[in-house]
């Protein structure tokens, strides 16, 4: 996932605005999978100016490509598949060689406020 309005701060730490293993949740609701992602919460969604996610079990809930001002929003660059569980060492490995700064911040019980930063 590319989230083109992520924070500076975020940016620098990650090195860049592509967010791996960014997941969401594939639930079987009449006889069908509907995608549904973790979102932001109504306060960061103003900020940010994007429209809150609605779910309504019968349609796909994804991020939106845009925010209201028509700005690149979220990205879904690659889909990973389908897992009965999460593939945490899997995960685990890939974040250990793409985010190296993160890891030590979080290492050292440092973390950032992404609500405040936004």
Known sequence: ??????????????????????????????????KATP???????KRFGVLPLEFDGRHDSLFHEYDQGGRRHMEYVRQRGHYP???????????????PRWLALLATGGHGDFAREA
Not at 9 to 18: A, P, Q, R, S, T
Not at 39 to 45: K, M, P
Not at 85 to 99: G, L, N, S
């Open 85 to 99: 569980d999460v593939p945490y060492d899997t995960i685990i490995a890939d974040f250990t060689k793409m985010y």
């Open 1 to 34: 996932m590319r989230n083109h309005l992520s924070t500076q701060k975020l940016i620098e730490l990650i090195g860049g605005d592509l967010f791996i293993w960014h997941g969401f949740t594939e639930l079987y609701v009449e006889g069908r999978w509907v």
């Open 39 to 45: 979102a932001f919460n109504l306060s960061l969604c």
